[in-house]
């Protein structure tokens, strides 16, 4: 037998799915996109089952919507198992009474079983059952009680009738069409041909016609409208007649809410919590580790250097080995300690829950800005890298919305720009680095803030979204769970350091040990690097104040990889000449011995918002789905972190020679940010009508 699962996200799925193939399961792609795909067989029995993306409604508005309802129409499964959040019945009910249109057995699971007691819910699953005319059975994918019963049902024969959801003015419209269409499924394409779908446009006749026009005066409204209405109705009867809340019992997590919800202190807490982050990792084990990695390195050359001189290698094949490949790789290593906190700390804040308090608490602000809290997952993952929060877009339902947001993730700090914040910042800012790190992170924020409401106002004006805010109650991370997280993180970050960067820093090293004529062991001021970075180093002069071709030819590499523009400066600085062995980048004799704070800060900018790695615009491509797109967008961001980094040196320059004050300028950015405000609340958004789900605050 084939068996389907389908519910809403976050509903258990997988967990089930886990349990009852004993994790077996297949993985793979849906044909033609990269969304997950996990086939496997039940333990002890035949039946294959199939764990769908999470949605609310037939309807698909967003393409996981889509691959769930092909799934269910094309593959013709034997059973659907609908999983229920029982906690959240309301909500969840939706998605099953589409389900008990179809022809298709459905079997309701109330998962979450373990939750009801702690939470004073009771529900009555044998009135539940006749209401729906399904089968129900109360279960805990997690606590693993009641499936074994599930399972036996999936063989039984449907002894149940469907009960009607709608009034009997459309029921008795939808037999008299059933009985044109007789097909599979008539009862779920009739309604979909009184809703006027447009996926059913091919099945409409002047019948149908007829009785739709018939029906649509009788109501005086929209027949969409009526369906979805009725629908809310059904849910809410059923809802009152099989459930039982017990009022007033608070759980932990409601207390916690209290705190990290509140109105007033919630955004400070979120800022104290992202600045200890920055201050943990970048900070304190930033200082803690990076002189010590870099000593060790150090040694390593030497010791390499020597053994290869020893074994009779030529001056140049040991230069490569130490000053190109251990220079440029190390230089991204040194960052790994303070990875494992950042992702360490980031893990923990999703696994606890609160990252979804910080959806929510965003949402409302994002709302007004063309997004919704769900645009906030992809920037959440993008704090990783920026390739799966570009994927993780696709769970937006709304186009305009996800492409907008596909365009902002890379503005968001992700763990290979650690490196070159951590260095400039250690470096120029040294007792305040974490500070300076935390300060970046805010002003992405920021900037995403101010793009997203100017793009939504003239790019991207047909945003709206449904969002449906859940909230996870509060958990203890599991150890195992975040070990793994981390550990998979920080892998992938040293196979990069193994692979790309080690490839870049021999191309690197070639470049800077030859002149054009092909000479080798030129003064670097003469290399082939060099001269390509003197004829362009004019582009970052106004964000420098010099023209300083090391550091361009390094912002030019982070396209490569953002670890690169790190690894670049460690080999250029390694070679230049008249440099102590083992000294810092930044010291007398090197290309970067010229950067100021100001200059430093504005690198940093420059590097944060400038065009992404070639793994992110690639992902950025498939997301908008033209390559003329994707290169507007390429230049969009790159065109914000040029005039961003200009305006910081500008400005921060003067503050630092004392010709500007600092009060000044913040009195003047805040004037320049209401205005900007001011007028842009002034352009209207277009509008697209939220259909999908009654639940959020602009269905209310
Ligand atoms: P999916 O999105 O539907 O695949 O949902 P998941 O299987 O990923 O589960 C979402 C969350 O709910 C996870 O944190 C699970 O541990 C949790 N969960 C799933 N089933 C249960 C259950 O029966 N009881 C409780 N308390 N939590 C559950
Ligand atoms: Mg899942």
Redesign the pocket.
């Known amino acids: 037998m084939k068996v389907g699962l389908v519910?809403?996200?976050?509903?258990?799925?997988?967990?089930?799915f886990n349990y009852l193939t004993g994790m077996n399961a297949k993985i793979g792609n849906w044909p033609g996109v990269t969304i997950e795909k996990k086939v496997g067989k039940i333990k002890g029995t035949e039946h294959e089952i199939t764990?769908l993306p999470?949605i609310y409604s037939l309807s698909p508005y967003s393409i996981e919507e889509e691959i769930s309802r092909k799934y269910v129409f094309d593959e013709n499964p034997d059973v659907i198992i609908n999983?229920v959040d029982a906690t959240a019945l309301e909500r969840s009910l939706y998605l099953t009474t589409q389900l008990m249109e179809l022809d298709t057995k459905v079997i309701v699971a109330l998962?979450?079983?373990?939750?009801l007691e702690k939470k004073g819910i009771e529900i009555d699953e044998k009135k539940l059952e006749k209401l729906l005319g399904t089968k129900v059975f109360k279960?805990?994918?997690?606590?693993e009680t009641g499936i074994d019963e599930l399972v036996k049902e999936i063989d039984k024969k449907e002894d149940l009738k469907r009960e009607k959801v709608f009034d009997s003015k459309i029921e008795d419209a939808v037999s008299k069409m059933q009985n044109t269409i007789k097909d599979k499924h008539s009862k779920f394409t009739s309604i979909k041909l009184l809703e006027m779908d447009q996926r059913f446009s091919s099945r409409n006749t002047k019948e149908f016609d007829d009785i739709r026009n018939n029906l649509e005066k009788e109501y005086d409204t929209d027949l969409e409208e009526v369906i979805a209405t009725e629908r809310y109705s059904f849910i809410e009867k059923t809802k009152k007649e099989v459930c039982k809340e017990k009022k007033g019992i608070v759980t932990l997590s409601d207390k916690l809410d209290k705190i990290f919800l509140n109105k007033w202190i919630a955004f400070p807490i979120f800022v104290v919590v992202m600045f200890l982050v920055y201050y943990l990792s970048v900070g304190v084990v930033g200082s803690a580790t990076v002189d010590w990695v870099a000593d060790h390195m150090d040694a390593l050359g030497e010791s390499v250097g020597g053994a290869l001189e020893g074994a009779g290698a030529s001056e140049w094949v040991t230069s490569l080995v130490v000053d190109g490949i251990i220079a440029g790789v190390g230089a991204v290593l040194g960052f790994v300690p303070q990875l494992i906190i950042l992702f360490l700390c980031i893990s923990l804040l999703e696994t606890t829950g609160y990252m979804s308090r910080i959806a929510l608490l965003f949402d409302k602000l994002f709302r007004k800005l063309g997004m919704s809290g769900k645009s906030l997952i992809p920037f959440i993952v993008g704090s990783g890298c920026s390739v799966p929060g570009i994927m993780g877009t696709r769970i937006i339902e709304n186009q305009d919305e996800r492409e907008m947001t596909s365009i902002l993730v890379p503005f968001i700090p992700c763990s290979a720009k650690l490196p070159i914040i951590s260095l400039f910042a250690g470096y120029f800012f040294a007792d305040n680095s974490g500070l300076a790190s935390a300060s970046l992170y805010f002003f992405a924020i920021i900037v995403i803030i101010i793009s997203a409401f100017i793009l939504s106002r003239t790019k991207f004006k047909h945003v709206s979204s449904s969002y449906i805010s859940e909230l996870?109650e509060y958990?203890v991370p599991s150890a195992k769970y975040v070990a793994k997280d981390v550990f998979d993180k920080v892998m992938a970050f040293i196979k990069r350091a193994g692979s790309i960067i080690l490839i870049c820093s021999i191309v690197i090293w070639f470049l800077l040990s030859f002149s054009f004529s092909m000479e080798y062991g030129v003064d670097i001021e003469d290399s082939i690097l060099a001269s390509i970075g003197k004829s362009i180093s004019w582009i970052f002069y106004p964000m420098l104040g010099q023209n300083n071709w090391g550091a361009t030819v390094s912002a030019i590499q982070g396209l490569v990889a953002k670890e690169q523009v790190v690894s670049s400066m460690a080999v250029i600085s390694g070679l230049a000449e008249d440099v102590e062995e083992g000294s810092e980048i930044f010291a007398a004799g090197t290309p970067f011995a010229g950067i100021t704070a100001a200059s430093a800060y504005a690198f940093m900018v420059f590097n944060l918002f400038s065009a992404p790695c070639f793994g992110a615009i690639g992902a950025m491509q498939r997301e908008l789905g033209s390559t003329k797109r994707m290169l507007k967008a390429v230049l969009f961001q790159t065109g914000c972190a040029w005039i961003l980094a200009t305006i910081v040196y500008q400005v921060g320059s003067r503050i630092e020679n004392g010709t500007l004050n600092i009060v000044n300028v913040l009195v003047i950015a805040v004037i320049l940010i209401a205005v900007i405000a001011i007028i842009m609340s002034k352009i209207k958004r277009g509008k697209e009508g939220c259909k999908s789900c009654p639940y959020c605050d602009s269905c209310k």
């Open positions: 519910g809403n996200q976050n509903s258990g799925k997988t967990t089930l764990d999470g999983i998962n979450m079983a373990d939750l279960i805990s994918a997690l606590k996870p958990k």
